[in-house]
């Protein structure tokens, strides 16, 4: 049976920042706490014109036409994440004995700047948007749930260890927080049983839970202008002597322990309870850069939380670090001047973004 849906779809997801809970959180199980911010990747789905599927992005060389074989897109790299976002929704509609029209899959970003990304999560973004964009477009209707599912399965095939957390993000806005699952399990599940099982299953682990915004803190958000791959931070994390030696167990456990309380003042309106567990989470970050040389705190990093502390502030990097960006939230009531703390950061060699937080995520 043919698919039917509105012949032109558009869906938009959110960046993301993490707030607390980095690297711990790709365990899991473990706790984070993240935000959706103002800046999207936007997806536009059409029927095609050729067989098959073409991609094209303002980010990428020119559009790239993919064939099918086997339930695969073959043809040029172009992009592993909507290309493997296209495959994990037409493979459920396959399951449902549903066949797939030619598409046409574009994308544009402000994720991105001159082709280079700010690291505000655009690989989940853009895995969002395309998977919500194709099943819209083939008349798929999801849960919110579905979606995220799907999303992460595709980012999975890609690279297991990413905890998903700016997946989740992505497809729910706001301020959330997030335990993955173990993506190694739900992959297996996935190739032996199939998506739509993968749909209805227990993901073991798995938890998002959506917190109220900080009523009286500003977001800043300073980027370094390097960008990081984060999947080869992880894994050279990952080959260390110290994944799995007590001292990473030690990490854990406090992380655990500062995510929990900054969940807990998000929850009660505790805004300097709140900066002091961002201020743990960078002292965290700080010990693990120390003990394994990771390069998480590059010297713009490190300045960025330096100026943003002497503005009264809480400060840390957002992600895996190295480049990127890192955040700083301030008390709106406390006085600061937000633009000398934006010209000093420019001086230390950190852009500001004027971001601010997404309150929803990609629209069905
Ligand atoms: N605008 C886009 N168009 C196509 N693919 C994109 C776009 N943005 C991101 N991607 C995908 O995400 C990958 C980049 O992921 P990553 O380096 O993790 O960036 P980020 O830190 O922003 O998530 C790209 O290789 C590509 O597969
Ligand atoms: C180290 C991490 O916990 C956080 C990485 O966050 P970044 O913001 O650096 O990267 P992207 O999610 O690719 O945008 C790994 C993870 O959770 O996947």
């Not at 899991?28 to 936007?42: C, K, S």
């Not at 064939?67 to 495959?87: I, K, Q, Y």
């Not at 998903?164 to 993506?183: F, Q, V």
């Not at 500003?218 to 080959?239: A, F, I, K, M, Y």
Request: with cysteine.
């Amino acid at each position: 049976m043919p698919v039917t849906g509105p012949r032109t779809v558009t869906r938009r997801a959110p960046g993301k920042l993490f707030v607390a809970g980095e690297y711990a959180v790709v365990e899991p199980g473990n706790q984070a706490i993240l935000v959706a911010v103002d800046r999207y990747i936007t997806v536009t789905v059409s029927d095609g014109a050729l067989p098959g599927v073409v991609v094209s992005s303002d980010v990428g060389a020119g559009p790239v036409h993919h064939s099918w074989r086997d339930g695969r897109l073959t043809g040029a790299a172009g992009s592993p994440h909507v290309v493997a976002a296209v495959e994990t929704v037409v493979r459920l509609l396959a399951e449902r004995g549903r066949s797939v029209p030619p598409l046409a899959v574009s994308i544009s970003s402000t994720l991105h700047e001159d082709g280079r990304k700010f690291g505000l999560g655009s690989s989940g973004a853009v895995t969002v948007a395309t998977v919500t964009a194709v099943a819209a477009h083939c008349g798929l209707e999801l849960t919110v749930e579905e979606r995220f599912r799907l999303a992460l399965l595709a980012a999975a095939r890609i690279d297991p260890k990413g905890s998903g957390g700016d997946i989740a993000t992505s497809t729910w806005g706001g301020w959330i927080a997030y335990r993955a699952p173990d993506r190694d399990a739900v992959l297996d599940l996935a190739r032996r049983k199939g998506v739509d099982e993968a749909l209805r299953a227990q993901w073991p682990g798995l938890s998002v839970r959506r917190l109220p915004p900080p009523r009286n803190l500003r977001l800043e958000v300073g980027w370094t202008g390097n960008p990081v791959s984060t999947t080869s931070l992880v894994t050279d994390l990952q080959r260390r002597t110290w994944w799995g030696s007590s001292a990473h167990r030690t990490f854990v456990g406090a992380t655990g322990e500062l995510v929990h309380a900054a969940v807990t003042a998000l929850e009660d309106g505790d805004t300097e309870g709140l900066l002091r567990q961002v201020r743990r989470a960078r002292e965290e970050l700080v010990r693990l850069d120390d003990e394994v040389r990771l390069g998480i705190f590059t010297p713009e990093l490190t300045a960025l939380c330096a100026i943003a502390e002497h503005a009264g502030g809480a400060a840390k990097p957002s992600g895996a670090g190295g480049g990127d960006c890192g955040i700083a939230l301030l008390d709106a009531e406390a006085l600061y001047d937000r633009s000398q703390l934006r010209r000093r950061w420019a001086a230390a060699g950190v852009l500001p973004l004027p971001v601010s937080p997404a309150m929803e995520g990609v629209e069905e």
